[in-house]
């Protein structure tokens, strides 16, 4: 730096602006372009201070401007798969990649691959179905299905079915199935043997979902009724069969009343038949019997009354009235 440049910044009675000098004097043909724009005098003082603020703010820029492309391409080359999902690579000149990708923040290639993610996790879906039984009776069926995707047929699922997978197979699959099984069984059976229907649709289900890379982890029928012919047909039924019941109450009752009254009559009949035979072995005497016996009894009974009065007999006052 020349000798009549350094007298000049001695000469600077300004401290903020000497302090810019110095930062400008780093570069020795940026101060000389200060020094002359500012004239060498007081004057111009406030003009150099701006440019050199101006020179200051652009380099700042410049940086943050280059930080800022930086992260965003940092941030476009980087995603994330949360816990219990799996993702699918799109590559725009190689199509779908086969490998799947598991949890965690992974890099692709920004504007070029793309990351479907997939939710790995059991979820459950309600499939609503009427169908008719063995015995053609209109039924009314709902299936609780616990689904969940599998993680190697990932790529072959998002590229024939696509991501609303469960959307497209379950509703068809499900009603197939169910009406498939129902079919086996009439009414009644659907009731009685519901455990054997629930177990034979699972089969058959897991079965039929594995084609499309789909695990049921359960199966379960949470609904059955009727139609309302065939519900009213089996109050109909259960009132007919108590009125039979009781019918066949008061059959086996008046039965019953019968063999009571026949028991009755030969215990009567061989009750006289005892007595007649006593009367021609014993003749009268028995007769006299039970004539005293009866009026054993029936004095007891009037004893035993308070509007009976006894009179001693042979006596000719009653009650002690004089004759």
Same mark, same amino acid.
């Given at each position: ?8 910044? !001695? ?19 940026l101060?000389? #372009?200060l ?10 003082? !406030? ?5 050199v603020?101006? $020179?200051?703010? /652009? ?14 391409? &940092?941030?476009?080359?980087l ?19 086969d ?20 939710d790995?996790?059991?979820r ?6 009427i169908?008719g ?8 069926? *709902?299936?609780r299905?616990?689904? !969940?995707?599998? *993680? ?11 991501e ?8 068809s699959?499900t009603?197939?199935v169910l009406?498939?099984? &129902? @079919? ?8 009685t043997?519901r /455990? ?8 058959d289900?897991?079965?039929?979902a ?10 379960s ?13 089996v109050?109909?039924?259960? &009132? ?7 019918a066949?109450? &008061?059959?086996? $009752?008046? /039965?019953?009343?019968?063999q @009571?009254?026949?028991?009755? @009559? ?13 009367l021609?072995?014993a003749?009268?005497g028995? #007769?006299e019997?039970r $004539? %005293? /016996? ?9 004893s035993?009354?308070?509007?009976v *009065?006894? %009179?001693?007999s042979?006596?000719? *006052? ?6």
């Amino acid at each position: 730096m020349t000798e009549a440049v350094e007298e000049e910044v !001695r000469l600077l009675s300004n401290r903020r602006l000497r302090c810019f000098i110095q930062y400008a004097c780093a570069d020795e043909q940026l101060f000389h #372009v200060l020094y002359v724009v500012s004239g060498g005098g007081h004057r111009h003082l !406030r003009e150099t201070e701006v440019f050199v603020m101006a $020179k200051l703010f /652009e380099s700042i820029g410049k940086l943050g401007l280059a930080l800022a492309v930086g992260g965003g391409v &940092v941030n476009s080359a980087l995603f994330n798969v949360d816990a219990g999902h799996q993702a699918v690579i799109f590559d725009r000149f190689r199509g779908v990649q086969d490998a799947v990708v598991g949890e965690g923040t992974h890099f692709l290639i920004p504007w070029v691959q793309k990351p479907i993610i997939f939710d790995c996790r059991s979820r459950p879906r309600n499939v609503p179905v009427i169908t008719g039984s063995k015995d053609l009776q209109n039924v009314n069926i *709902t299936l609780r299905i616990l689904f !969940r995707p599998m *993680t190697a047929q990932l790529p072959r699922i998002f590229t024939s079915i696509g991501e609303d997978y469960d959307e497209r197979v379950l509703p068809s699959i499900t009603t197939e199935v169910l009406k498939a099984v &129902v @079919a086996r069984f009439d009414a009644g059976e659907l009731i009685t043997q519901r /455990e054997l229907v629930s177990r034979q649709v699972s089969e058959d289900l897991t079965e039929r979902a594995s084609t499309f890379g789909l695990i049921l982890d359960d199966v379960s029928l949470t609904h059955l009724t009727f139609g309302k012919e065939f519900t009213e047909a089996v109050e109909m039924k259960q &009132v007919a069969q108590q009125e039979a019941e009781r019918a066949r109450f &008061v059959v086996e $009752k008046a /039965e019953q009343q019968k063999q @009571a009254a026949i028991i009755s @009559a030969e215990g009567d009949s061989q009750a006289a038949l005892l007595i007649a035979n006593s009367l021609m072995e014993a003749g009268d005497g028995l #007769v006299e019997l039970r $004539k %005293l /016996e009866a009026a054993e009894d029936i004095a007891f009974q009037l004893s035993r009354s308070r509007n009976v *009065t006894y %009179l001693p007999s042979g006596q000719g *006052t009653l009650l002690q009235l004089p004759q």
